[in-house]
């Protein structure tokens, strides 16, 4: 059965640390692996991630994927108030032209001032 | 560009009876897919369309159905509604297939 485990399922920081949340999977026929971000409405796109090994990067946030050991980290650095939210990780199975997502049941960051 | 949008965004209903939500695409997005969220099960897959066909599904009941119509626009329908079909239900659209804008959900109470 596919599934996808994320981890910690929840993070207390303070503004200023670096956090990295852990994305594993097993998935048959992975096509892409997605990073979420959910606050207090739908979940907002981050990265998507086909290739083992090139990190993607939009400001503080980063991630990178691993096809051989089969799992993403999510990394942000400098963390502030504002990062607070549920990550979210999901991977993309295809089954001939399908598109389906699995998700994780998420990480919980909470930023304290 | 508009984002994705629902209706209702709130909706509380009794055992037994049906409900349909209403999902529009980002303009010139044909992929709909719609979600379950609760606080036990995260984020868990429903169905997708693509051009008014059910192209995927995922492991919900019978109860759970859906179409999309030649505007891209779908529609989500529950039946004979239990207490633990409350829930936030999302749809999201796609140009290709991934890389999937949410909209804002609509919270579904069953009493």
């Known amino acids: 059965e596919d599934k996808v485990v994320q981890s910690p399922l929840s993070l207390v920081v303070h503004e200023g640390d670096t956090v990295t949340l852990n994305c594993s999977y097993e998935?048959?026929?992975?096509?892409?692996l997605l990073w979420y971000k959910q606050e207090k409405k739908a979940p907002t796109f981050l990265f998507m991630l086909?290739?083992?090994?090139i990190e993607k990067k939009s400001g503080r946030l980063s991630s990178i994927l691993d096809k051989k050991e089969l799992f993403s980290i999510l990394n942000i650095t400098a963390t502030q108030t504002g990062d607070s939210a549920v990550y979210l990780c999901?991977?993309?199975?295809?089954?001939?032209?399908?598109?389906?997502?699995?998700f994780g049941t998420g990480t919980l960051l909470a930023v304290q001032p | 560009k508009a984002g994705v949008t629902q209706t209702p965004r709130y909706l509380i209903k009794t055992r037994g009876q049906q409900v349909t939500l209403s999902c529009s695409p980002i303009?010139?997005?044909?992929?709909v897919s719609w979600y379950q969220q609760t606080p036990g099960q995260g984020l868990q897959f429903l169905f997708e369309?693509?051009?008014?066909?059910?192209?995927n599904k995922g492991n919900f009941p019978g109860r759970f159905s859906g179409r999309q119509f030649s505007n891209s626009r779908s529609e989500m329908n529950v039946s004979t509604l239990e207490l633990g079909d409350s829930a936030l239900y999302l749809c999201?659209?796609?140009?290709?297939?991934?890389?999937?804008?949410f909209g804002p959900g609509t919270r579904l109470t069953v009493t």
């Open positions: 999201a659209s796609s140009l290709l297939g991934y890389e999937q804008y």
């Open positions: 998935v048959t026929n992975f096509r892409s």
């Open positions: 086909t290739s083992s090994g």
């Open positions: 999901a991977v993309e199975r295809m089954t001939g032209a399908t598109n389906k997502l699995i």
């Open positions: 303009s010139g997005h044909r992929s």
């Open positions: 369309y693509f051009s008014e066909t059910q192209r």
